[in-house]
């Protein structure tokens, strides 16, 4: 089954703690992304990468950081920087530079106390 | 500033009615718009529009872009209980990025 899997559905993280999230894909997608989503506001990204080994902030980067040291893989971590951490954050993956088309993963929810 | 924005914020119908949902766009280097359905995870995909005028469709979905008044249209007929989601419109203004509007709820009763 192809897809993309992001783990843990939930997360509970107390104040001051960093958190990884995983996203890992076996749709041998070129591109990966993270999105955060809040109440009434849209997708917002936070950070994307084209290649392994390569990624670009995307509008609401600070407080957050990734890697991408393989093509299936790229994790979040959610700093202490991170101001207002609890959100649903998405997973997405795109196939190749000539299509537009994201497909997402379950999303993780994190909220932080 | 690129945006995209989302009408009506929110909405309630009945089983079998038909709905209507806008979207609206100002963003540079436009390629294409894509519509996803959300209901309480991933956002699915449903279609993507490049061309004006063009009508894609799937079932009782259908949607079609106007890119000289910047916006597209998702119809829904005869709409169940099932259809009751969030919708997402998100625009490509290259080939790396989407923006996405704020959705629409939609929510139908039987």
């Known amino acids: 089954d192809g897809g993309i899997t992001q783990s843990p559905k939930y997360l509970f993280r107390k104040e001051g703690q960093n958190v990884t999230l995983s996203c890992e894909q076996n749709?041998?997608?070129?591109?990966m992304y993270w999105y955060r989503q809040d109440p009434g506001q849209g997708l917002r990204l936070i950070y994307y990468?084209?290649?392994?080994?390569?990624?670009q902030k995307g509008d609401i980067a600070e407080g957050y950081s990734v890697s991408r040291e393989k093509k299936e893989s790229f994790p979040l971590t959610v700093t202490s920087a991170q101001k207002n951490p609890t959100a649903f954050y998405l997973c997405?993956?795109?196939?190749?530079?000539?299509?537009?088309?994201?497909?997402f993963g379950p999303g993780t929810r994190l909220t932080v106390t | 500033e690129d945006k995209v924005v989302q009408s009506p914020l929110s909405l309630v119908v009945h089983e079998g009615d038909t709905v209507t949902l806008n979207c609206s766009y100002e963003?540079?280097?436009?390629?294409?718009l894509l519509w996803y359905k959300q209901e309480k995870k991933a956002p699915t995909f449903l279609f993507m529009l490049?061309?004006?005028?063009i009508e894609k469709k799937s079932g009782r979905l259908s949607s079609i872009l106007d890119k000289k008044e910047l916006f597209s249209i998702l119809n829904i007929t005869a709409t169940q209980t099932g259809d009751s989601a969030v919708y997402l419109c998100?625009?490509?203004?290259?080939?790396?990025?989407?923006?996405f509007g704020t959705g629409t709820r939609l929510q139908v009763f039987p």
């Open positions: 997405a993956s795109r196939e190749s530079p000539n299509y537009y088309e994201q497909y």
């Open positions: 749709l041998n997608h070129d591109a």
């Open positions: 990468s084209q290649i392994v080994n390569d990624f």
């Open positions: 963003v540079t280097n436009f390629r294409s």
């Open positions: 490049t061309s004006s005028g």
């Open positions: 998100a625009v490509s203004y290259n080939t790396d990025k989407l923006i």
